[in-house]
């Protein structure tokens, strides 16, 4: 049987880093938004008496990845298998455009979608594998969700999705061909105290809120937030460059996402997002537009009868306030 899955890409709408925990990893507090940009993958799987998984990479970033075990789409075909228990061959082609090092989760989410590829070919339950996907990587638990936004707690695998009915704005994305390692970033980083810390939770909090209440660009774009900034910005010349030209433009919406090297400005409408794309485009940088990726689960929130239950976005802000 064989699957095709769109695998989109994340930014962080929010991200503050709340402590360090024993085993070295981070607590974070983070927003997770899905956008509508990010892989195709195709999987074509069936049981067979002898495991066999192979992977094509195609597209502008595939020549970039390696094709073997070392993959994280190999790896999580095969941590689906150890869990089920199954032998099967699986033949993998992957249409890679996320680049890597850029914030943007495309390995973690080309992950996810062959979990959940193989859960519709082989008719198994995805929630029993969010352990194994946390396993593999503390972002590829949010890609198992339909949902568009995600609050993130823990190392970023306790999620809770955060219903927005919209309308949301538009996004730009430049990535400025820079590779940031993860582990640089957070080698750098100064821990905040916790009153700060505590200030940038309520911050989130209300930023949720508003998105949950349908709240306008304007009134809510002053809590947009990204400790990491801090640790790659001053250090990373590429990523200064296109935040401060970004932000000359009068766009006042303007974040990196997750650990970079990705930059992204919100603004309003889609020629305001043409624009903007004209005027950084550049040799030394990608630059794009997109929305974000609306699912089933998202257009249909508010009616009695979907997954969440809770009544019309009327009510759960008027709870919510």
């Known amino acids: 049987m064989k699957i095709t899955r769109f695998c989109p890409?994340?930014?962080?709408?929010?991200?503050?880093?709340?402590?360090?925990?024993?085993?070295?990893?981070?607590?974070?507090?983070?927003?997770?938004?899905?956008?509508?940009?990010?892989?195709?993958?195709?999987?074509?799987?069936?049981?067979?008496?002898?495991?066999?998984?192979?992977?094509?990479l195609t597209g502008p970033v595939g020549g970039m990845l390696k094709a073997d075990e070392t993959n994280l789409a190999c790896r999580a075909a095969r941590a689906f298998l150890e869990h089920f228990k199954l032998s099967a061959r699986i033949d993998m082609t992957l249409d890679k455009h996320t680049p890597t090092g850029a914030g943007l989760g495309g390995g973690s989410s080309d992950a996810a979608g062959v979990m959940l590829a193989l859960c519709e070919i082989f008719n198994k339950d995805k929630n029993e594998l969010l352990p194994a996907a946390a396993r593999l990587g503390a972002d590829v638990p949010l890609f198992?969700?339909?949902?568009?936004?995600?609050?993130?707690?823990?190392?970023?695998?306790?999620?809770?999705?955060?219903?927005?009915?919209?309308?949301?704005?538009?996004?730009?994305?430049?990535?400025?061909?820079?590779?940031?390692?993860?582990?640089?970033?957070f080698a750098r980083l100064k821990l905040p105290d916790q009153q700060t810390v505590l200030?940038?939770?309520?911050?989130?909090?209300?930023?949720?809120?508003?998105?949950?209440?349908a709240s306008s660009l304007a009134g809510w774009k002053h809590l947009l937030f990204n400790r990491l900034e801090e640790c790659v910005v001053p250090f990373t010349n590429s990523v200064r460059n296109v935040l401060l030209d970004l932000r000359k433009t009068n766009t006042d919406a303007v974040l990196m996402s997750g650990s970079g090297s990705t930059v992204f400005a919100l603004v309003e409408t889609e020629k305001d997002a043409k624009n903007l794309v004209r005027k950084l485009q550049n040799q030394e940088r990608t630059v794009f537009f997109t929305t974000f990726h609306r699912s089933l689960t998202n257009e249909n929130y508010g009616n009695k009868d979907t997954s969440y239950g809770r009544g019309s976005p009327e009510s759960v802000c008027e709870r919510d306030v």
Request: glycine fraction near 8%; charged fraction near 25%; hydrophobic fraction near 35%.
């Open 199 to 213: 200030t940038n939770r309520s911050n989130l909090d209300k930023l949720i809120t508003d998105l949950r209440c």
């Open 9 to 56: 890409a994340k930014v962080n709408l929010f991200l503050e880093v709340c402590g360090k925990r024993p085993d070295g990893y981070h607590e974070l507090a983070t927003l997770f938004a899905k956008i509508n940009f990010g892989d195709t993958l195709t999987v074509d799987a069936e049981e067979a008496p002898q495991t066999e998984i192979t992977l094509t």
């Open 144 to 185: 198992m969700y339909e949902d568009t936004f995600l609050k993130g707690e823990g190392i970023g695998e306790k999620l809770t999705p955060v219903p927005a009915p919209g309308p949301l704005p538009w996004l730009v994305l430049a990535y400025p061909n820079t590779v940031v390692p993860t582990k640089g970033v």
